[in-house]
Every structure is written in structure tokens, then in C-alpha cells.
């Protein structure tokens, strides 16, 4: 096969599955039936192969290029959106990649801290550190010199596809927020206590290399197999693609690209800045603006306001939130549909029914309120009155105090998704073993017996990677194969070391967690990475599972919430950052990155992270402190999450007995584990049955996890989100496949990408993360004011 750059003369080694032969080039596989009688399922032919796939590649208007595709088919997304083919020679590691990767490791840790602590949840996205990173390698590229010595080793060659990555997934494993500032955020605004520099920092690094020492021996699971597709990746290498190949086949992609980056990047501006307002319009809320129920029901443009039915948001930093509509697959967008519709009518009748007592306290809120029959407004629970100086709970000041009580809302999300937790379980071994067993296999018997022998340790410490023949393994896995793998020695390393800093830390900084409550929470962070780690793979939905580990913590070790935070910390902790680690791993595999280059980038991106976390967080607490410690907070910035930590902390670890066992207030919180084994299962049946009802595509797990999903933050992008989803998914990829193919992709990495970079622009200019707010009536011209009066 021709590649593009073997046509241009190019004679450097290219690697492709598949070679285009004969007349046949080009020509559309031939199509069959769309579905199995029996199992209903669709039906296509085996893995598309470069040989059935039109002159893509090699034709100078390829963007013209019709490509026939059916539209659920996820091998097009797996052969087509994503090429299989590539350059080994191309060197991911340079100045540029070096110098660029631990500046936007800074960039990336100092920003995911302020997002740590806004109103909404919002991750770096990882489309911006690819876009900011693409402007930067390009500059340096053009700046730096290529003569001389010194030129040739800072500037060899064009900025290329593997630096371009290799910076991206350093920068990334260094903005996801480090979940050990949830326990420097509550120490400080809860307790009165701070670490020190050192233990700090080390807390971070413990936590955070923990999960990546387990993620890394569970690649065969989490990374290798096609079904673990990891959906957020896709408008990543679809924008690397973009900007890499030569300019003559993407010429029009790229102009695409850059047009919805500009709109959206001077759009964003106005709900941002200008006219805040247009983060939520209601014309219910506006039609009746005196009415409790109409704001709690159809409200949701500030923080903990209301359910945003049937609101409309015009800001995509809130209707992404990080995760894009663009990119979630239909099933899992019709799954989080049903399971908001739920929501809004369990929500609605669970408070207007006055369940636990629901209309004593706020509709939405994380925080603990007291019953106070003489006061009409909710009174915040004084857990300092409770909590010795030994950080345990005062049994005497307790029953002076009473027990504490959770909204109801917030209830019911703790409920449903303890709910949801045993659902995924149960879903995944429906529909999914042939993928999940790799993760049971080391448990095995057979596996158990050869672990005293001398050949298993010498074939372990040697090797890593598994067949490249395995039938249900990504096309890009053979691809990756040419390169030296990362033993799995090396990740058993990664663990080793941080459970020693951990335990250091454990005993050096008074957490009050023994060893072998330690111990019980890597289990956990294990078990939990391998089905929630899978479900994010296969869905792109993440689960908000710190309730149960800290459920699972108070049950272990009662009556200590400092001890429950940090239970938390490594068992929690170990899931997210495996998470990340195993989708940072399937990145590199789809842009085939050397693995040894892919491991070395994350360790260090991820420590520098960690030490610009630890400093900012510290830096937002000194200047927001009372904002951070108010129910409502600000639309800037708000202490939800790190209220909604020590709440749990509180009711988990020092009151679970009393208030979640058996005759307790909330006892329904570990009795419904029960019901949820058994909800997949009549869909299942039925599916079996019924091949042609389509309900395979109800993953049932996402459905009651959704049931809870707006208990929390600005929801009036409910509307929006559903609204551009379905479109791509629903009409778009049947109507238009060849569109959705070259096109959803790359617009969602534009929409991500230009918010982005506004956002922190503005973040840092105006919105107050570098000092005082500048308000834009003080700062417009008046008659930008009437204006905005106007529209607003």
C-alpha cells in the first residue's frame, strides 16, 4: 500500500494491516442481511480490511471520497475514523516533547485544581492540551533553529504525530485533579489542620502512582480488547490525524476544524462573561419567578438551584462539561436518557412527598442539616461539636447534637447509586465476559499452583503483552506489537513504591487508618477498577463511586471520619487513577506510541501535577475560604465536592451504624445492593428472546445510575446535552455516515477544544483565579451594559 507520505517519496518504513491490491481497491464490502434472526444483533462482515477500504489514503481529494459505512458498525470507528497504519520512525521523544510535556504538566495541574473547586463539574479536556500543544510544537518548530549541533538536537524534524502525543498524555496524567486534595481541602476547611509541604506532596504521589501500579497489570482487561473502546479518545486521534497528514488530504477536514474552533472560542465569551445568564433560560422559570416549585423543577443555571427541565444552556463548557454529547455511543445516550427522565420524577415526588422529612432541608445540597422543630429554615449540622480532638465522634455530644440528616435528593443519589453498583456487576457478565475474564484468570486455580514455580516469574518479569492473535483485540494492538513493551515488573514496581510511601504517610501524618484498613482499600481500588474500568471503556459514563468505598470504610472501622477520608483516598483513588492510566494506555495504542515512551510520560507528568495540585489548592483556599465553606457558593466558585467528601465522611465513618444499618434512618442505603443483581437480568432474558425489542441497547447499570444524576451543580445543560448527542448519534450516523465519520469526531474535539482555552483565558483575566473578579458592568462601556440588560 501507498501510503501519503511513501507517495511523496518518502522512504521511511511504514507499518499497515492490510495492503490495497487490484481492482477490488476501493470498492465497498459487499452487504448482507442487518440482523441475526436469533440474537437480533447486527450483522457485518469480518473486521473491515485495508483491502476492501476506498483509495482513502492515497487519493489528493480523499476528503472527497465517498466511504460507504454501516452506521452502527464500531469497526468503522476502529479502521476508519482511526487509521491503521504507522511510521515507526517517527521520534516521540525530543527537546520539544521533553520541555513541552512538563510545561503543560504545570499548565495542566494548576488548572485541574481550579476546576477542582467550581460549581459545576469540568475536567481539563484533553482536546485542549492537544490543541495547545499542536501551537506550541509548531512554534517551536518554526523558532528554533536547525542549523548547527545544537539546532539539529533541539529542532531534528518537523513537529510530528508521536511528540504531539507523547506531550498530550504527560500533560493529561497531570490534569485530572489529585484526589488527596479532597482531604487537604476538608483538613483545612473543616478541621483547622494542615499538612505540611512534604507529607502533602508524598500524599499525592502515594495516591496517585497507586492506581497506575494496578491499572498496569490489567491491560489484557481494560486496554487490548476492541470493546474497551474508551469513547473520549476518539475526537483526540481524530484531531492528531487531522493535523498531521499531509495538508493536500485533509484539506477540507481541517478547515472544518478550524472554523467551529474560532466560532466557539469568540462565542463562549458571552455566556462566560458577558451575559452569564445564557448559561440557563427557562420559560417556566421566567413565566413564574416568585414560585419555589417552578425554580426546583424547571430552574438549574446557578448551583444546586433546580432540574433544569425543559431549560436551554448556550454555554458548551456546561453542556460538555469535559465529556462531549458527540462522542458517547446511542446505547449509552439512550440509557442516560431514561435514567434522567427518572430522576426528575423520583426527585420531584420524593420531595414534594416530604420522604425523610425532604422539605425541613434544601431540594438540592451535599451538606448535613440538623431537625430543628422551633426554626422553619434548615440549620447545617455541627459536626465540630461532635468530633473530639481525637478526630472520633463524641458519643455525649452526639446526643446533644442528634444525628445528622441528608437532603433528600442527595439520598436518594447515594441510594440509587449503591443501586447501580451491583447492576454494572451483573450487566458486565452478561454482555460482556469473554472481555472481563482476562481479569479473573490470575485467580484461577491452575494460575494459583504455577505461582511457587520458577518459569512463571521468569515469563512475568519478562513479558507483558499477550497474542496479538486474540480475536476480540483492538486492530491497532498488532501495530503496537513492533515496539519494546513495559514489563509487567515495572507496574508491580509503580505499586510497590507507593504502597511504601503510603504506608509512611499513614502513620507519619495521623490519619488514624491502620495497615490493614489499607490493605482492604486496595482490594477495593482492585476489584472496583476492573467493572467500573470496563464500563467506562465500553460507555464513556465514569461512576461516582466514593460513597460506597466510604460506606464499605465506616463499616470497617466505625466512628472515625479522618480514618474514612483516607480509607477513601486509596481505595477511590486507585479507580480513578487506573482509569485514567488504562485511557491514556488505549490512546497511545490508538496513535501508536511506543509503550516505554507512553509509561515514562505519564509517571512524570503525573508527579509534577500532583506538586502544582498541592500548591494551588492551598492558594484557592487562602483567598475563597468563606465562598468554599457556603451551601451555595458563587457561579464562580464553590466547595461542593470537597462539602460533599466530608459529609460522607462524617455519616459514613462516624455514624454508619447508626444512621445506614438495619432500623436506621437510612437503612435502604446497603439494603438495595440486594434488588440491583437482579435488575439486567429480565433484559437480558428478554433480549435473548426478543432479539428485535433493541434491548441490548439499554445498559440498565447507566439507566439507575442516571435516576440520581442531578443531585448536584448547574443543570440546565440537561436539555443541550441530549438535544447535539442524539443528533450525531441518532441522525447524523444513520442519515450521513460518511459525515459522521470524517466529521462528528473532529467538530467535538473543536467545540472541547476552543471552550477550552477561553475558558482558562477568562478564568485567569476576569473570573477571579488570579485575584479579584472584574465584573463586566464595571468594565463595559454603558452602552454595552444596556445591552446586556437587554439580552439578559
Known amino acids: 500500500m501507498a501510503s501519503p507520505r511513501a507517495s511523496m517519496g518518502d522512504t521511511r518504513e511504514i507499518s499497515s494491516v492490510g495492503t490495497t491490491s487490484g ?58 475514523t482511526i487509521h491503521v497504519e504507522d511510521d515507526t520512525s517517527l521520534q516521540a521523544v525530543t527537546f520539544r516533547s521533553i520541555f513541552l510535556g512538563c510545561g503543560l504538566s504545570i499548565f495542566g495541574g494548576t488548572i485541574s485544581a481550579i476546576y477542582y473547586f467550581k460549581p459545576q463539574t469540568v475536567v481539563v479536556s484533553t482536546v485542549f492540551l492537544a490543541v495547545i500543544t499542536f501551537l506550541l510544537g509548531e512554534l517551536l518548530s518554526v523558532i528554533i533553529p536547525r542549523k548547527g549541533i545544537i539546532g ?99 484539506r477540507k477536514p481541517l478547515k472544518v476544524f478550524l472554523i467551529v474552533f ?6 463562549e465569551i458571552i455566556p462566560e462573561w458577558i451575559c452569564p445568564l445564557l448559561t440557563g433560560i427557562s420559560i417556566f422559570c421566567l413565566a413564574n419567578q416568585n414560585s419555589a416549585t417552578f425554580t426546583n423543577i424547571f430552574g438549574g443555571a446557578s448551583g444546586d438551584e433546580g432540574l433544569g427541565l425543559f431549560s436551554w444552556c448556550f454555554d458548551w463548557q456546561y453542556i460538555s462539561g469535559g465529556y462531549s454529547p458527540l462522542y458517547f455511543p446511542m446505547d449509552s ?90 447492576a454494572l456487576i451483573v450487566h458486565l457478565f452478561l454482555w460482556y465476559w469473554t472481555d472481563m475474564k482476562a481479569a479473573f484468570e490470575p485467580f484461577a486455580p491452575s494460575n494459583l ?48 513504591l507507593s504502597f511504601t510511601i503510603a504506608m509512611v504517610i499513614l502513620y507519619t501524618g495521623h490519619s488514624t487508618l491502620p495497615w490493614w484498613g489499607f490493605l482492604i482499600a486496595m482490594l477495593i481500588g482492585y476489584v472496583f477498577l476492573i467493572f467500573f474500568g470496563a464500563m467506562m471503556a465500553i460507555s464513556g459514563v465514569q461512576w461516582l463511586v466514593q460513597p460506597i468505598v466510604q460506606m464499605i470504610g465506616g463499616y470497617i472501622q466505625p466512628g472515625n471520619p479522618v480514618a474514612n477520608m483516607y480509607f477513601s483516598l486509596y481505595g477511590y483513588n486507585a479507580l480513578i487513577q487506573g ?5 491514556d494506555l488505549k490512546l497511545a495504542q490508538y496513535g501508536h506510541l511506543a509503550p516505554r515512551v507512553t509509561f515514562t510520560f505519564q509517571m512524570c507528568g503525573t508527579a509534577l501535577g500532583a506538586i502544582m495540585n498541592y500548591i494551588m489548592t492551598n492558594e484557592i483556599i487562602d483567598n475563597q475560604f468563606e465562598t468554599l465553606i457556603s451551601i451555595e457558593g458563587t457561579n464562580v466558585w464553590s466547595g461542593q465536592q470537597a462539602q460533599a467528601f466530608n459529609s460522607l465522611a462524617v455519616a459514613w465513618g462516624g455514624l454508619s451504624h447508626e444512621l445506614f444499618s438495619v432500623h436506621g434512618t ?31 441497547n439499554v445498559n440498565t447499570a447507566i439507566m439507575i445510575l442516571y435516576i440520581s444524576w442531578l443531585c448536584v451543580g448547574i443543570n440546565s445543560s440537561l436539555m443541550a446535552f441530549f438535544f447535539f448527542g442524539l443528533v450525531s448519534q441518532a441522525y447524523i450516523r444513520k442519515r450521513y455516515p460518511n459525515m459522521f465519520v470524517k466529521y462528528n469526531y473532529l467538530v467535538s474535539a473543536a467545540l472541547d477544544g476552543g471552550t477550552s482555552i477561553i475558558v482558562f483565558i477568562l478564568s485567569f483575566a476576569v473570573a477571579g483565579a488570579a485575584g479579584n473578579a472584574v465584573n463586566f458592568r464595571k468594565f463595559a462601556h454603558p452602552s454595552a451594559i444596556t445591552l446586556n440588560r437587554t439580552i439578559c
Not at 262 to 267: G, K, P
Open 23 to 80: 481492482s477490488d481497491a476501493g470498492r465497498p464490502a459487499e452487504k448482507k442481511e442487518p440482523y441475526d434472526e436469533k440474537t437480533g444483533d447486527v450483522v457485518f462482515e469480518a473486521p473491515i480490511a485495508e483491502d476492501q477500504l476506498p483509495p482513502y489514503k492515497d487519493h489528493p481529494d480523499a476528503e472527497e471520497t465517498e466511504i460507504i459505512h454501516h452506521p452502527a458498525n464500531k469497526d468503522d470507528i476502529l479502521t476508519h
Open 152 to 250: 539539529r538536537w533541539l529542532n531534528p524534524h518537523p513537529f510530528n504525530v508521536k511528540e504531539h502525543l507523547a506531550i498530550v498524555i504527560m500533560a493529561n496524567s497531570a490534569s485530572i485533579s489529585a484526589q488527596g486534595i479532597e482531604i487537604l481541602a476538608v483538613e483545612r476547611l473543616y478541621y483547622g489542620a494542615k499538612l505540611t509541604g512534604g507529607l502533602g506532596v508524598f500524599l499525592l504521589f502515594s495516591s496517585q502512582f497507586l492506581g497506575y501500579g494496578i491499572a498496569g497489570l490489567m491491560r489484557k482487561t481494560l486496554v487490548y480488547p476492541k470493546n474497551m473502546l474508551w469513547p473520549s479518545n476518539l475526537p483526540v486521534v481524530s484531531m492528531l490525524e487531522t493535523l498531521h497528514r499531509p495538508r493536500e488530504l485533509t
Open 262 to 267: 474560532a466560532c466557539i472560542f469568540v462565542w
Open 333 to 422: 445516550l439512550i440509557s442516560q436518557g431514561l435514567g434522567i427522565c427518572g430522576c426528575i420524577v423520583v426527585f420531584t415526588a420524593c420531595y414534594y412527598g416530604n420522604v425523610w422529612d425532604a422539605q425541613k432541608f434544601p431540594f438540592l445540597s451535599q451538606s448535613l442539616f440538623s431537625v430543628d422543630s422551633n426554626s422553619t429554615n434548615p440549620i447545617t449540622w455541627n459536626q465540630t461539636a461532635v468530633i473530639g480532638p481525637d478526630h472520633r465522634i463524641d458519643q455525649a455530644a452526639l446526643a446533644v447534637q442528634g444525628l445528622p440528616y441528608f437532603a433528600t435528593t442527595y439520598a436518594i443519589n447515594l441510594l440509587v447509586t449503591n443501586m447501580s453498583v451491583t
Open 449 to 496: 499452583r504455577r505461582l511457587v514455580t520458577r518459569e512463571y516469574w521468569t515469563t512475568w518479569r519478562d513479558s507483558a503483552e499477550a497474542s496479538p492473535n486474540e480475536e476480540n483485540y483492538d486492530p491497532h494492538y498488532k501495530l503496537i506489537m513492533a515496539y519494546k513493551a513495559v514489563p509487567d515488573w515495572w507496574f508491580a514496581l509503580v505499586l510497590l
Open 579 to 583: 482509569q485514567l492510566l488504562s485511557q
Open 666 to 696: 437510612y437503612q435502604w442505603m446497603t439494603l438495595i445492593f440486594i434488588p440491583g443483581f437482579f435488575v439486567p437480568i429480565p433484559f437480558w432474558l428478554l433480549h435473548k428472546k426478543y432479539p428485535n425489542l433493541g434491548l441490548n
